[in-house]
C-alpha cells in the first residue's frame, strides 16, 4: 500500500438486539408513541429533532440518534446544525435562543441525577416558550429519554432506520 491509499474500513460484526420491545410490550410501546404524538402538539419539527438528538447523545443511545438523525436530515435540518449539537456551547450560533433554551432544558431534564433542573434553566425556557409549549416541551424530553432507555437497555441496533417520506 501506497502512503496516498486509504486501508480499507474494517467493521465489527453487528451485535443482536436483546429482545424486541415493540413486539413484546405493545401496548406500553403503543402508549409512547402516543405521548410522542401528544407532545408534539404546539411545538416546531425541527425544534422537537434537536431535542430528541440531543437527549440521545447524552443517553449515548445510538439507535434513537441513527433515528432522529435521519428524521432531521429528511426534514430539511442542515448536517452542519446536527454536527454541532453535541458541543452546542461553543456553538451557539447556530441555534436561535428559543433551540438553546430547548437544548438546555433538555441537557437538565436528561441528567436529572445532577439532582434538579436548576432554576436559570427553567427560566430560560420559560421566557422564549409560553406555559403550554414548555408543557409540551417537558413530555417531549421525558418521552426521548424513556424511548432512549429501552432502546439501550435493550441494545436496538442501529442503522436500519429510514425516514417517512
Not at 429528511?74 to 436561535?96: D, V
Not at 445532577?114 to 421566557?127: H, I, L, Q, W
Request: charged share 20%; net charge negative; hydrophobic share 45%.
Amino acid at each position: 500500500m501506497t502512503i496516498n491509499e486509504t486501508p480499507p474500513m474494517t467493521r465489527l460484526a453487528e451485535h443482536t438486539a436483546r429482545l424486541d420491545f415493540a413486539k413484546l410490550a405493545p401496548e406500553a410501546f403503543a402508549a409512547l408513541i402516543r405521548l410522542d404524538g401528544a407532545a408534539r402538539r404546539g411545538l416546531e419539527p425541527a425544534l422537537l429533532e434537536l431535542v430528541k438528538i440531543r437527549a440521545s447523545q447524552l443517553n449515548h443511545c445510538a439507535y434513537c440518534l441513527d433515528m432522529h438523525s435521519k428524521d432531521a436530515l429528511a426534514a430539511g435540518e442542515s448536517f452542519e446544525r446536527i454536527m454541532q449539537l453535541g458541543a452546542w456551547h461553543e456553538s451557539r450560533h447556530f441555534y436561535t435562543a428559543r433551540e438553546i433554551a430547548a437544548i438546555e432544558l433538555t441537557e437538565a431534564v436528561t441528567v436529572i441525577t445532577d439532582g434538579f433542573v436548576p432554576d436559570a434553566v427553567y427560566a430560560r425556557a420559560a421566557e422564549q416558550f409560553d406555559e403550554t409549549e414548555l408543557a409540551h416541551l417537558i413530555a417531549a424530553i421525558v418521552t426521548i429519554n424513556a424511548f432512549n432507555r429501552i432502546g439501550v437497555t435493550t441494545r436496538s441496533v442501529p442503522g436500519h432506520y429510514t425516514p417517512a417520506r
